[in-house]
T-cell receptor
Framework: DTGVSQDPRHKITKRGQNVTFRCDPI?????LYWYRQTLGQGPEFLTY????????KSRLLSDRFSAERPKGSFSTLEIQRTEQGDSAMYLC???????????FGDGTRLSIL | RKEVEQDPGPFNVPEGATVAFNCTYS??????FFWYRQDCRKEPKLLMS???SGNEDGRFTAQLNRASQYISLLIRDSKLSDSATYLC????????????FGKGTRLHILP
C-alpha cells in the first residue's frame, strides 16, 4: 500500500498526558499537512511542511502542539499536557506540489478522558 | 465573510434525482479548487478538481464562477452510494500556500 499512513488509528489518554502521532506520506510527495477535524466540521489546517521545512502554522496550533519532519519523510505531531478540547480526529495529508490535490491518511482519533 | 462557505444541509434527495451544491469563497486570488467526498468517520477523498472551463466526470459536473466567487458540484442520477459529506476546498498562493476546507455539505440519498 503506497498511500498515506497514520499511526495510531485511535488514542485514548487522560487529560494532562502527552501524545505523539506519526504520519508517513506518499513517498514521492514533498508536501505534508496536518489537520484537525471535529464532528460536523471540515478539516481545520494546523501546519504544513515542504520537505523538512515547516512553512506555516495555524493560530490553532498552541504552544502545546509541535510538529516535526526531520528528514523530509515521515512527520510527527506531539500534543503536550492534553486538554478535553484536544479530542478530535487528526488527519495527515500529502501532495506533490503546493496547490495540488492532497491525499489523506485514515487519521488518528484522539479521545481525552 | 468566511473564507470558504458551504450550505451544511442535509440535502435529502430521492435516488435518481439531480442535486447541486454551491460553495462560495472570499479570496479573489484563489487559484485551485477541489471537491472532496468524506464518508462518516473516514478520511476525505478527492472527488474532482475544478477547472476554469468546468469539467465533468461521469455523473459529476464541477463549475467555477470567478466573477461571483463560487464553485458548484452537480450530481446527476444520484445513487444511494453518493450519500456522504461533500467538502469544498480552495487554495491560493500567498507568502505561504493556503488551503482552506469548507465545513461540508451533507447529502442523503433516499431509496
Amino acid at each position: 500500500d503506497t498511500g498515506v499512513s497514520q499511526d495510531p488509528r485511535h488514542k485514548i489518554t487522560k487529560r494532562g498526558q502527552n501524545v505523539t502521532f506519526r504520519c508517513d506520506p506518499i513517498s514521492e510527495h514533498n508536501r505534508l499537512y496536518w489537520y484537525r477535524q471535529t464532528l460536523g466540521q471540515g478539516p481545520e489546517f494546523l501546519t504544513y511542511f515542504q520537505n523538512e521545512a515547516q512553512l506555516e502554522k495555524s493560530r490553532l496550533l498552541s504552544d502545546r502542539f509541535s510538529a516535526e519532519r526531520p528528514k523530509g519523510s515521515f512527520s510527527t505531531l506531539e500534543i503536550q499536557r492534553t486538554e478535553q478540547g484536544d479530542s478530535a480526529m487528526y488527519l495527515c495529508a500529502s501532495s506533490d506540489q503546493g496547490l495540488q490535490p492532497q491525499h489523506f491518511g485514515d487519521g488518528t482519533r484522539l479521545s481525552i478522558l | 465573510r468566511k473564507e470558504v462557505e458551504q450550505d451544511p444541509g442535509p440535502f435529502n434527495v430521492p435516488e435518481g434525482a439531480t442535486v447541486a451544491f454551491n460553495c462560495t469563497y472570499s479570496n479573489s486570488a484563489s487559484q485551485s479548487f477541489f471537491w472532496y467526498r468524506q464518508d462518516c468517520r473516514k478520511e476525505p477523498k478527492l472527488l474532482m478538481s475544478v477547472y476554469s472551463s468546468g469539467n465533468e466526470d461521469g455523473r459529476f459536473t464541477a463549475q467555477l464562477n470567478r466573477a461571483s466567487q463560487y464553485i458548484s458540484l452537480l450530481i446527476r442520477d444520484s445513487k444511494l452510494s453518493d450519500s456522504a459529506t461533500y467538502l469544498c476546498v480552495v487554495a491560493f498562493r500567498g507568502r505561504d500556500d493556503k488551503i482552506i476546507f469548507g465545513k461540508g455539505t451533507r447529502l442523503h440519498i433516499l431509496p
